[in-house]
């Protein structure tokens, strides 16, 4: 509330910064979120990507929801309730976008930096594929369970014969739709045997996502993992 540590915080960032926003209703009316340009009102100048819920759609007490939003170019915007008049009440933060900045906002204590290594191996046959291990080996197909707004760093090595990449998708039978920038090398470039690489990204979204190979038919024959974010 005013007055009290962290009330309404202004939140600076570079142009091009990428801001994830986890909003928790902890109030007991209804609300709605978003970040706007405009320096007044609830629905103009509202950037999409930055919505969570709406004002005939409400976020109920103790409900949450996360969104992003990307600074184009320097100026001021402003986070707000979009519930007609909460703004006005006080539900409103600037965010100002520059260049060479240190967000003044601590990141939550939620968020870490993990990592983990995840190889491709194969059967002798090579009619089974997977990650580290194969089916009934410790540490077959480890299933990688992260918060929303942790930034991970998959390291990725070919321990095979074949040709690999890595990614991590929602659908597994979608191996082009790659989340986040999560990919290492691509069917069309992959890890030789013996190589490895290395992505580093942002899980930007609640729910069950794969890691898997995105070469062709490799996830279907078994290289795919769970991935979870809470």
Avoid at 33 to 60: C, Q, Y
Avoid at 132 to 141: R, S, V, Y
Avoid at 145 to 166: C, E, L, P, W, Y
Wanted: net charge negative; charged share 20%; aromatic share 10%.
């Amino acid at each position: 509330m005013p007055g009290e540590e962290d009330h309404n915080p202004e939140i600076r960032v570079n142009v091009g910064d990428k801001v994830i926003f986890d909003v928790i209703n902890n109030g007991k009316s209804f609300h709605a979120f978003a970040v706007t340009s405009n320096d007044e009102g609830f629905n103009e100048g509202v950037v999409e990507e930055s919505k969570i819920a709406s004002s005939s759609n409400p976020l109920k007490p103790g409900e949450s929801g996360n969104s992003f939003f990307v600074s184009a170019e320097e100026g001021t915007y402003y986070y707000i309730c979009t519930v007609p008049g909460h703004r006005e009440q006080g539900m409103e933060g600037r965010i100002i976008s520059t260049n060479d900045v240190t967000n003044t906002v601590k990141p939550s204590t939620d968020s870490m930096h993990r990592k983990y290594t995840l190889s491709f191996v194969e059967s002798s046959d090579f009619r089974t594929l997977a990650f580290n291990a194969l089916p009934g080996e410790e540490d077959h197909n480890p299933e990688i369970r992260v918060n929303i707004g942790d930034t991970i760093t998959i390291k990725s090595i070919n321990q095979g014969k074949s040709f690999h990449a890595f990614g991590v998708v929602k659908n597994p039978e979608n191996f082009n739709d790659v989340l986040w920038g999560s990919e290492i090398q691509s069917a069309s470039n992959p890890l030789k045997p013996g190589d490895s690489g290395e992505s580093t990204f942002i899980a930007e979204a609640s729910g069950s996502y794969y890691y898997i190979c995105t070469v062709p038919g490799h996830a279907l024959q078994g290289m795919k993992g769970i991935f979870i974010v809470d």
